[in-house]
């Protein structure tokens, strides 16, 4: 979980919840980006079979816009940053117990 050793054994368990809870969420965002790159190859993967065996599809010359160029709102860009704000402050406020 990224705890040390020696550390671990000074915490008790009401300290490791959120170093757990933490972990927790890498793991789930490791497994979305996992789970992402695996669907790309994918698409990648069948516009190379596609342009082997038809002769009307042609693999892609340049990157694939998957996710398009939409702008996000002044209030999808509050929200994102809030989010981004109360996780690093959870993360900090965990190191500082850790430490004190």
């Known amino acids: 979980?990224?705890?040390?050793?020696?550390?671990?054994?000074?915490?008790?368990?009401r300290k490791m919840k959120?170093?757990?809870?933490a972990y927790e969420l890498k793991l789930e965002a490791q497994q979305n980006r996992m789970n992402l790159e695996?669907?790309?190859?994918?698409?990648?993967?069948?516009?190379?079979?596609?342009?082997?065996l038809s002769k009307n599809a042609k693999y892609p010359q340049k990157p694939?816009?998957?996710f398009g160029?939409?702008?996000?709102?002044?209030?999808?860009?509050?929200?994102?940053?809030m989010r981004f704000m109360l996780q690093h402050n959870a993360i900090k406020s965990v190191s500082k117990e850790i430490e004190g």
Not at 1 to 10: E, L, N
Not at 39 to 50: D, S
Not at 69 to 81: G, H, I, L, V
């Open 18 to 21: 959120p170093i757990e809870k």
């Open 38 to 52: 695996a669907w790309i190859f994918g698409l990648y993967n069948q516009h190379a079979v596609a342009s082997v």
């Open 69 to 81: 160029t939409k702008k996000k709102s002044p209030q999808e860009e509050a929200d994102e940053f």
């Open 64 to 66: 694939l816009e998957i």
């Open 1 to 13: 979980m990224g705890v040390s050793y020696d550390t671990f054994w000074h915490l008790n368990p």
